[in-house]
């Protein structure tokens, strides 16, 4: 996915990715599935399992 992030930035094409994380609740209630992203605010925490699953893939790599 990171390869495929860096192809679509070389070439300035939109690109999403789906993530997969072990989801415990499936809710957002435990955060177990967080991964880290960028926002215009800095790097945050996005749950996966409420949040995603899928993310624009230059915040995510």
């Known amino acids: ?3 495929a992030a860096q ?3 070389r070439h300035g094409v939109p ?6 994380e072990f989801m415990a609740c499936g809710v957002g ?3 177990g599935c967080t991964v880290r992203v ?3 605010e800095g790097d ?3 749950r996966v399992c409420v949040d995603g699953p ?5 915040k995510v790599f």
Not at 15 to 20: A, I, P, Y
């Open 29 to 31: 209630g435990c955060a």
């Open 44 to 46: 945050a925490m996005k």
């Open 38 to 40: 960028r926002t215009a």
């Open 15 to 20: 690109c999403q990715v789906s993530l997969e």
């Open 7 to 9: 192809l679509a930035r």
């Open 54 to 58: 899928v993310f624009d893939a230059l």
């Open 1 to 3: 996915l990171a390869a």
